[in-house]
């Protein structure tokens, strides 16, 4: 019950200081320029005689590049929320004065993640949906599986907030949310490393690069975002024509991450998350 008055608390919080207001207002703004951009592409290509599979096509693609833009403001977002959620309280003082009621510090790390979880699974499927029933609306075209593309975009979200909290009990909050945004960006090139080094069966830096998957597993959940907006002919007929090439290209995925991948991500969230109980427990305050 204690962890669930501190999720609520931290929730309320994120409201109070207009943070969740902010995302929002930069969410629509970013979703009414996206669509307008799509909007204008698809009036000129069909001006020019282009059919409707070509727009579906060139539409399947654009999204997926929105989608990237829209899982680093997502991996920024969580990492910023997580890397002040128990630093902050232990430099202000605020987490002294929590801990010396009958709260277990336990309650305080597990209620900070719960509040953090829950605005930001909200704020990825909110936003995610919301680009692509805008695209949809101006180009005819949907992708196949939404609901699960959005579910990826989530989970790297709060992959990233999970580690960005474990970071926090030990770090400034500037500290920790740096090495965060470094870190995914860094899971990003490793996983486009692991794509292209299979291509030119480089052994060595394939498995390096594997290994550094199931260490972070962000940039395996991105492959999970991209398999959802994917058109299954764009799968088809890729594969056909580029053969086992077309797996070394970052922005295409002939198939979802493979379900022990899925059910890993999940134990480390909870390994992690583990971790940051432990760290906190550890440390004098």
Known sequence: ????TI????????????IA????????????????????????????????????????QILILVAFMFSFVLAMTAAFLGAPAIAADLESGVAQAMLARPIRRSDLVVGRWLGLAAVVVAYA????????????????YYPPQPFFASGFLAAQAVVLLTFALLLSTRLPAIAAGAICVVLFGLGWMAG????????????????????????????????G???GLEPPAVIFVTLGRAGPAAAAN???????PPAEFVVWSAVWVVIVLGLAVISLRRRDL
Do not use: C, K, N, Q
């Open 21 to 60: 207001w902010i995302l929002l207002g930069l969410t629509l703004a970013s979703v009414l320029l996206t669509t307008w951009g799509v909007d204008r592409l698809v009036s000129t290509g069909r001006g020019h005689g282009v059919t409707d599979l070509e727009v579906y096509v060139a539409t399947s």
């Open 125 to 140: 499927f909110a936003s995610g949906l919301l680009e692509i029933v805008a695209i949809g609306f101006v180009s005819g």
């Open 192 to 223: 486009v490393f692991a794509v292209v080094g299979r291509f030119f069966d480089a052994g060595p830096l394939v498995t390096a690069s594997e290994a550094s998957r199931w260490l972070l597993p962000s940039d395996g959940l991105w492959r």
């Open 250 to 256: 970052p922005f295409f995925a002939a198939a979802p």
């Open 225 to 227: 975002a991209i398999y």
């Open 1 to 4: 019950m204690a962890a669930l």
């Open 7 to 18: 999720a609520g608390l931290t929730v309320a919080e994120i409201f109070r200081r207009r």
